[in-house]
């Protein structure tokens, strides 16, 4: 994966190995061209472009057009892109994401899909990331397991042929929610080259069994795409930086040491309301997560590199309670959970 060179006048701490980008989904109320503005403006390396009926409408007349001019949009501003295809009802009024690829006829889905990979190479997107979706009441787990892989499988097909990386994240709720059931997902699919894992380090904290750092290193090989929110155990709801429970320097110094040089994109969906203001807190907030971490500004922010390593930069035993992290510095006090608190986790009520 190439890294672009930094945009002339971008601010210095843009131009270090961690590459951060915003997702438009936290700029629903902004026309596309004034969110990618907004975003360049702050110092964002690149995008998270969701597709949806206000932001590149993949259905609207004059497609190709349209590509076009988001393409010279975003190289004008100096903007790597991703696409993400999480529009809540770009495809069905009236039902939430659906129909997705486990629904009985999940043609229109297939069709966006295809659509997204097409947009993705025509920008020059460096992945292109879907997900599962929510088992319907009438679909057997079984069925909708054999759905799901018929369904990826014309993905990646569709992607093998226009050269795209795709991008699978394991999403709460869904079908395929964790890291356990997207290995399960890439050995059905014969482990394709170009179907890769989006990892949301919210979700990691959400319920993956494992501390958030080592989630970036079980999938280190495979990370094709990274979206960062904060998050509490259990609770399925992306949260600002410093009102969950993570502590984002070791996830930082993780995805150094894993190599990761993709987008890290902010993921705050349900911030629309305040984007500018968000958006700026969070590139922020992320720089000086780097900087806290020794480990993690000797590799992301150009630190000496004989500058030693913080303590607490790797993943220890926790204890079962998580103090909440109210800044980048706050030392929280778990780093793994108990089988029994995964299992909860994932029992417990999730917020889509």
Not at 46 to 62: E, K, W, Y
């Amino acid at each position: 994966m190439s890294v672009p060179e930094p945009r002339p006048g971008a601010p210095a701490a843009a131009a270090t190995t961690l590459r951060l980008g915003y997702g438009t989904n936290g700029f629903a109320n902004h026309r596309l061209d004034d969110a990618l503005a907004v975003i360049a403006d702050l110092g964002y390396d690149g995008v998270a472009l969701t597709l949806d009926h206000d932001h590149l409408d993949p259905f609207a007349p004059g497609l190709t057009r349209r590509v076009a001019a988001v393409g010279r949009r975003l190289e004008s501003l100096g903007l790597a892109v991703v696409i993400e295809t999480g529009a809540r009802y770009l495809l069905d009024p009236w039902q939430k994401h659906a129909p997705t690829l486990l629904h009985d006829d999940p043609t229109r889905r297939i069709e966006f899909l295809r659509r997204a990979v097409r947009i993705g190479a025509d920008l020059g997107a460096e992945a292109v990331s879907f997900w599962a979706g929510v088992r319907p009441e009438t679909v057997s787990p079984q069925c909708a397991w054999d759905r799901l892989v018929a369904g990826c499988a014309t993905v990646v097909d569709a992607a093998d042929a226009a050269g795209v990386t795709v991008g699978f994240e394991p999403e709460p709720g869904m079908l395929v929610q964790d890291i356990a059931d997207w290995r399960r997902l890439y050995t059905a699919l014969d482990k394709p080259a170009r179907f890769g894992i989006t990892l949301d380090i919210g979700h990691c904290r959400c319920l993956e069994p494992w501390p958030v750092p080592q989630c970036v290193a079980e999938v280190a090989d495979h990370l094709v795409n990274v979206q960062i929110d904060d998050m509490r155990r259990g609770v399925h709801e992306h949260l600002e930086f410093g009102d969950g429970e993570i502590d984002f320097p070791p996830v930082l110094a993780a995805l150094a040491a894993a190599g990761y040089q993709g987008l890290v994109a902010v993921e705050l969906p349900r911030d629309s309301h305040a984007a500018p203001a968000v958006a700026a807190r969070s590139i922020e907030f992320l720089r000086a997560a780097a900087a806290t971490d020794r480990h993690a500004a000797r590799t992301l922010c150009s630190a000496p590199a004989d500058a030693p390593a913080a303590e607490g930069s790797s993943a220890e035993p926790p204890s079962a309670e998580v103090a909440s992290t109210q800044t980048p510095s706050a030392e929280v006090a778990s780093a793994t959970a108990s089988s029994a608190e995964a299992t909860s986790a994932k029992e417990a009520p999730v917020h889509m």
